[in-house]
């Protein structure tokens, strides 16, 4: 089975320090491993992919993950956390077949 | 223009009632998806069209009806609808292929009453 867990319902973080959000997955064969946000009341927006190559992959907003196969882990980093920031974050992965299962999701607050 | 448009953005409808919500995207993308969200939880996976054939159906209770008039447009045709189906529907779609992302319009807020 294709699976991804966020094992934290909510991050807290001061503003202008770094943040992680966590992501596990559990994946047979090549992982395509996705962020998306998604602000109050709106759709979800696509931040970063990881499906092969470089373990650490940037994307918009100036978010990274960094992609670990020995504790099969993608997590969400940011060097420097703003309060724009704060919103939910989901995890995913392609099942394959157009099917994407996404991860029960992680609120991040930045406090001002 | 890589915007999904969703019409309307909220929706009141009793339990007898029939509506539909639409999406529309303009990037060329050959797969389109519904997905029903509940407050603070996930999107759950209603429907995949692909190349304007319905390619999934997550076992989705046939109070739902989804229609692709083309490869821009993606209908939802609701009836008879319960009050447990409140919740944020959004749309999507994608070039497809397992590693591409998938975009998202802002979605439809559907209360039955």
């Known amino acids: ?112 | 223009d890589t915007e999904v448009t969703q019409t309307p953005k909220h929706l009141v409808m009793g339990m007898t009632n029939k509506k539909s919500l639409k999406c529309e995207q303009h990037m060329g993308h050959r797969a389109m998806y519904w997905y029903k969200q509940k407050a603070k939880k996930p999107p759950e996976l209603m429907f995949v069209y692909s190349y304007e054939k319905l390619s999934i159906n997550e076992s989705v209770p046939s109070r739902f009806s989804p229609e692709c008039p083309n490869s821009s447009l993606l209908n939802l045709h609701l009836h008879a609808l319960q009050p447990e189906d409140s919740a944020l529907y959004l749309c999507a779609s994608s070039r497809g292929g397992r590693d591409n992302e998938q975009f998202f319009g802002p979605g439809t807020r559907l209360t039955v009453l």
């Open chain 1, 1 to 112: 089975a294709q699976s991804v867990a966020q094992p934290e319902d909510q991050v807290n973080v001061a503003e202008g320090n770094p943040l992680t959000v966590k992501c596990t997955y559990s994946v047979s064969g090549n992982p395509y491993l996705f962020w998306y946000v998604q602000y109050p009341n709106r759709g979800l927006q696509f931040l970063l992919k990881y499906i092969t190559g470089d373990n650490l992959v940037k994307g918009s907003y100036g978010f990274e993950a960094e992609f670990n196969k020995s504790q099969t882990s993608f997590h969400l980093k940011k060097p420097s956390a703003l309060v724009s920031d704060s919103a939910l974050y989901f995890c995913a992965v392609n099942r394959g077949y157009q099917k994407v299962t996404f991860g029960t999701g992680t609120k991040l607050q930045v406090i001002p």
